[in-house]
């Protein structure tokens, strides 16, 4: 692998990947590049008051009435953050969507198991929560615990 560093007067990293994309070594820089740009605490909403919540505490995120709420072992809390925007923030923090209203925290997905209907469900490690993971989503949730985590 070659590495070339280039300055320029820019505000914003650019990273160039060139050469065979398929390669193992690919995956992994991104990984460790996501990894870097990892979010590991945000802030969540309650009754007014601004909370400081460490992401690995998240269970999953979930758009409900117009709002999202952030949802823990213990509470349900509301983000500012539109739920596409989570999704990109944190998925080099183990967050991955899997449905249209749901973000799910994959390394808190003890296992999954195929519905009749052609969807599957993600129990959680905490509280025998079980979350919906639709068809159209499945793929990526598999590929991303595979390769990411």
């Known amino acids: 692998m070659k590495l070339t560093l280039e300055p320029q007067e820019t505000t914003e990293l650019e990273v160039i990947i060139r050469g065979d994309l398929n390669d193992p070594q690919v995956s992994q820089i991104i990984a460790a590049l996501n990894a870097v740009r990892a979010i590991s605490r945000l802030f969540l909403y309650r009754e007014g008051k601004a909370y400081l919540c460490p992401v690995d505490d998240i269970l999953y995120f979930e758009a409900s009435g117009g709002k999202i709420f952030a949802h823990t072992a213990r509470d349900m809390l509301e983000t500012q953050y539109k739920l596409y925007e989570l999704a990109d923030m944190l998925r080099g923090s183990g967050f991955i969507q899997i449905n249209k209203s749901v973000i799910v925290n994959a390394h808190r997905v003890l296992s999954v198991e195929p519905e009749f209907s052609g969807n599957y469900t993600a129990v959680l ?25």
């Open 125 to 149: 490690k905490d509280h025998n929560i079980r979350l919906t993971i639709s068809r159209k989503y499945f793929k990526a949730f598999r590929d991303y615990v595979i390769k990411e985590l």
